[in-house]
């Protein structure tokens, strides 16, 4: 079966501009989570999103959202980005209701701010 | 809050050689713990996914087991290979009262297995 698909897989944009980052989940599964990896920070949890809703919310500032459409697919937008920005882009997708199952990474994004 | 810690950061060894690697977390309130491993530039690869009332999961060469009650977990590589060299991750999932979904992941161990 498919996995978890992340496009672009590289982008590079300038300091100021924006990003849409796409997720799309493996079938069946209705939970999108985001994260971050930097090598200074590591992995950091963004949010995640079940039936179109953002159920949490980790610790970044407003310029980072995202939403769920009604097949599952997740994007995440980064606006006025900031050099500290660049980072890999980690989608990974479960089922909401199973804490028991485990979670699937996709491929990630690579984003480089200049 | 819950924070993860590995160790160690990185270990470099010869092939066939049998190895082990520590997680450990200080919220013993989890639901589950995940190990990953990543390959440069890559995503993250599930190895072994072990419940909070488990003591150990294996898959192959690889053994995980988990101590909750110490906030601990060890990934036991068996025979190790060149094609074993990778960051390994352990990320925690908080149980169902706190948390909701988000993982904590650790701060890795870099493997590098010689020929």
């Known amino acids: 079966k498919a996995g978890v698909t992340q496009t672009p897989r590289y982008l590079i944009k300038t300091r100021g501009q924006q990003v849409t980052l796409s997720c799309s989940p493996i079938?069946?599964?209705?939970?999108v989570s985001w994260y971050q990896q930097t090598p200074g920070q590591g992995l950091q949890f963004l949010f995640e999103y079940f039936s179109e809703t953002q159920r949490n919310k980790g610790n970044f500032p407003g310029r980072f959202s995202g939403r769920q459409f009604s097949n599952s697919r997740s994007e995440m937008n980064v606006s006025t980005l900031e050099l500290g920005d660049s980072a890999l882009y980690l989608c990974?997708?479960?089922?909401?209701?199973?804490?028991?199952?485990?979670?699937?990474f996709g491929s990630g994004t690579r984003l480089t701010v200049v | 809050k819950q924070e993860v810690t590995q160790i160690p950061a990185a270990l470099s060894v010869p092939e066939g050689e049998n190895l082990v690697l520590n997680c450990s977390f200080t919220?013993?309130?989890?639901?589950?713990l995940q190990w990953f491993r990543q390959d440069p530039g890559k995503g993250l690869t599930s190895l072994l996914l072990?419940?909070?009332?488990?003591r150990e999961q294996t898959s192959g060469r690889l053994n995980a087991s988990l101590d909750k009650s110490s906030g601990r977990s060890t990934l036991y590589i068996a025979a190790s290979q060149p094609g074993d060299s990778a960051t390994y991750l352990c990320?925690?999932?908080?149980?169902?009262?706190?948390?909701?979904?988000?993982?904590?992941f650790g701060t890795g161990t870099q493997l590098k297995v010689e020929l």
């Open positions: 919220d013993s309130a989890i639901y589950n």
């Open positions: 079938s069946g599964h209705r939970s």
């Open positions: 072990i419940q909070s009332s488990q």
């Open positions: 990974a997708s479960s089922f909401f209701d199973r804490p028991d199952y485990g979670y699937t």
């Open positions: 990320a925690v999932r908080p149980g169902l009262t706190g948390g909701g979904n988000k993982l904590t």
